[in-house]
């Protein structure tokens, strides 16, 4: 759990011969700790690994400079890591120094080379306390020396070694000379650090002791290229092991002029692992070559192929491996496929009831076609292999046509498609329709043939599904449209669209509340003006657990359309895309956008996450009620007018008004998001009470002569008109009844 932020009360300045004790009193106060090396810090953390600590340290001791700004130098941790991780693991106030400004006159008492030497910047005088943001503000060595240089006790904060800079151009008026000697060398210039070959048992893990090589793959014809020395078969048994045992999806060797960089993609988010020695090169990619059954002796062309691990007895995983010349070597890209760790279970795919029961409808129809859309890496595989596996029956004939097999699954019946030697998508569907198939799964639809016999499929008695590389669930009906399918065709044959995102989900050990949000962001992401008050929004913290990114695992975001009747229509008569969308809306559908609102709702995610994946899609609403015009009054303004025929309805944004009815007040609306005045829109009837700001207020204004449009094709917000109004009929009902029941005690009486 995080530690409560600092407080920064000022502190008495205290007698000289006291300054000491009373700052190690601060110190211990505001963090917790006593001198910490922040390279420990940031080891622990998981941030760094050992070696490149040790290999900073060494770069200290020949270049000086502070250890924090020398790992970003090198390229271990980003700009912000180490006011994350103090800010988290201590009690030190973060400060953005960019969005503070610093009190005149306290670079007379801080003077530059002070500042300088221990990378610290004043920022405000509280009585007889200075106020220090600085980059490491654990080493109490350091900071007794600032204490006594500037004569001042300190409270102490942290900021980024380059928000200091920063500040020192700003405030101090620095060179630029003197600017870029803190950034040392520029990155074309510098030596990327490598891993020297006598590390490399360090990257086996206990678990590497129990993996074995598929022995089919070796070929002994190849020990010129050093590809079988121990060294190297003991660090690509590392970079293997180790992927695995992250959850990984990717790994990426890539060669450069001067080291070979190992990256690993994890949630999505490809990240830096090590360097390795340019000279290394040729055996390493050598090795891999082998293992995956490839041409070792050709680098002038793309290759492609596989390896198999065994972890353990029982445990097998696969690599699919791309090699591609580049100018310094083959690159090289192994997807990991690991059976064991997919996850083809509907119910836990992360659909919300109400689309999980549409999408349970669709999949158990006996025909039809069912397109998965979304980019490269979305999850639309894992979506459909999902999907063929709760259909996977014994009664059930499932023919699938793929580019190329991932997984392999007992009771169906796959198929590699290989273009290179005619065995296309279109030639294996064909094919497939001679085998008295129940349920046909295509790779993707990348033609007009492909899409023509999917289609025709899917009306003859077969229940086909395939993906699309589309953004959304309306554009998919356009892009097929593109390709030449008949508009009658698509309405008649396709059942359901799924559009969907992969996200990541907030570590939960480490996410924290966000503070301080502007309501007005909130809107343009997609919330309701009326949920905004009492929204809970969570974002990233960092933490070991999840590698100080404050994510962990990931989710998808899905957007399902169903062909209803009203749909299929719609679609007939080859609606735009925008009214398609509208019509979706209007019959169900929940966009990717929402999907996502409801995942930070539930604290799942974050706004960026979701921002990153998804868009607004504004055109699903009419420029009326998502620019009405927003008009402000005085108190005691009119706003309706008993009597008045006019038909606008208003909403209420700030403020408060009276309903006042033959020149008395008989109610008041104060609650920001509550309607009035579509009485008169809806009966037709002239104005039947005044409504009279009370004090200033803001009103939002709606013609009311698109009432009757917004109550059939935008259910939301009918639906809180019409609470709105049953709830008044209510309050009414009951005054009415509390009046008789006062009657009828006075004629007792």
């Known amino acids: 759990m995080n530690k409560p932020a ?39 953390e998981g941030h760094i690994t050992s070696s490149q600590l040790n290999e900073a340290v060494e770069y200290q001791r020949t270049h000086k400079g502070k250890l924090g700004g020398i790992l970003l130098r090198l390229g271990y941790i980003e700009n912000e890591t180490i006011l994350n991780v103090l800010t988290r693991q201590y009690n030190f ?10 009190d005149a006159g306290l670079q007379e008492l801080m003077p530059y080379e002070v500042a300088k030497k221990y990378m610290a910047f004043p920022l405000e005088m509280n009585e007889q306390a200075l106020k220090v943001s600085m980059a490491e503000p654990t080493d109490t060595s350091a900071i007794e020396k600032l204490q006594t240089e500037v004569k001042r006790e300190l409270i102490l904060c942290v900021s980024s070694e380059n928000d200091i800079v920063e500040a020192y151009r700003k405030y101090y008026k620095i060179s630029d000379e003197e600017y870029n000697s803190f950034f040392g060398e520029k990155e074309g210039d510098k030596e990327e650090s490598v891993i020297q070959v006598e590390d490399f048992g360090s990257l086996v893990s206990a678990a590497v002791g129990d993996m074995e090589l598929d022995r089919a793959k070796e070929d002994d014809e190849y020990d010129q290229f050093s590809a079988n020395d121990a060294p190297i078969i003991k660090l690509v ?29 994890l949630d999505g988010s490809l990240y830096k692992s090590m360097n390795l020695p340019v000279t290394i090169k040729n055996a390493l990619v050598s090795r891999l070559k082998i293992l995956s059954s ?36 083959e690159s090289i890209v192994m997807r990991i496929l690991d059976q064991s760790a997919l996850n083809v279970d509907l119910t836990k795919m992360g659909f919300e009831t109400k689309t999980f029961e549409a999408l349970k409808r669709c999949v158990n129809r006996p025909n039809g076609l069912v397109l998965v859309t979304g980019p490269t890496g979305s999850g639309k595989t894992t979506t459909l292999y999902s999907v063929l596996s709760s259909l996977n029956k014994e009664d059930t004939k499932i023919l699938t046509a793929e580019d190329p097999v991932e997984f392999n699954f007992r009771g169906m019946n796959q198929v590699n498609v290989k273009s290179d030697v005619g065995m296309t998508f279109a030639v294996a569907l064909k094919a497939f329709l001679r085998q008295d198939p129940d349920v046909i799964m295509v790779g993707e639809i990348r033609d007009m043939e492909t899409a023509e016999i999917s289609i025709k499929a899917a009306m003859t008695g077969h229940l086909v599904f395939s993906t699309l590389h589309t953004n959304d669930c309306p554009s998919t009906i356009g892009r ?20 969907q995102r992969l996200a990541r989900k907030l570590c939960p050990k480490c996410k924290k509340q966000a503070k301080n949000l502007d309501p007005k962001e909130l809107m343009k992401v997609g919330f309701s003006e009326e949920e905004i008050p009492n929204l809970v929004i969570y974002g990233p913290g960092g933490c070991p657990a999840c590698n100080g990114t404050g994510y962990k695992g990931r989710m998808g975001l899905y957007e399902l359309m169903e ?17 398609l969308r509208k019509c979706a809306i209007q019959e169900g559908m929940v966009t990717l956008r929402d999907a996502g609102l409801e995942k930070i709702r539930q604290g799942v995610t974050s706004i960026e996450e979701v921002c990153k994946r998804t868009i607004v899609n504004k055109e699903a609403l009419p420029a009326y009620l998502i620019n009405p015009d927003i008009e402000r009054y005085e108190d005691r303004d009119v706003i309706i007018r008993e009597g008045n025929t006019d038909i606008d309805f208003f909403k209420l944004v700030q403020g408060g008004v009276y309903v006042v009815k033959n020149g008395k007040k008989i109610a008041e609306i104060v609650q920001p998001g509550e309607y009035f005045g579509e009485m008169a829109a809806i009966s037709g009837e002239s104005r039947s009470a005044s409504i009279i700001s009370k004090g200033r207020s803001v009103i939002k204004r709606f013609p009311g002569d698109k009432l009757t449009e917004i109550i059939t094709k935008h259910p939301k917000v009918a639906q809180r008109l019409f609470g709105l109004i049953a709830s008044r009929l209510d309050n009414a009902n009951k005054i009415n009844i509390k009046l008789i029941n006062d009657l009828q005690k006075a004629r007792t009486k």
């Open 6 to 44: 600092a407080r920064t009360h000022s502190t008495p300045q205290r007698p000289a011969s006291s300054r000491k004790t009373g700052l190690i009193a601060t110190i211990k106060d505001q963090s917790g700790a006593g001198k910490t090396r922040i390279g420990d810090l940031l080891c622990k």
């Open 480 to 499: 097929l449209a593109d390709i030449g399918i008949p508009a009658y065709m698509l309405a008649s044959a396709v059942t359901m669209v799924i559009s």
């Open 237 to 265: 048994n590392g970079i293997l092991a180790k992927a695995v045992n992250d959850g990984v999806s990717d790994i990426h060797i890539e060669p450069f002029e001067k080291y070979l960089q190992v990256r690993y993609r």
């Open 93 to 102: 106030p973060g400060v953005k120094l960019s969005e503070v400004e610093s």
């Open 294 to 329: 490839l041409n070792i002796a050709e680098r002038r062309v793309p290759q492609d192929g596989r390896i198999k691990m065994h972890l353990g007895k029982t445990k097998t995983v696969e690599f699919r491996v791309s090699t591609l010349p580049t100018l310094f070597g």
């Open 563 to 579: 062909v209803t009747e009203e749909i299929a229509i719609a679609i007939n008569a080859s609606v735009p895309e925008d009214q």
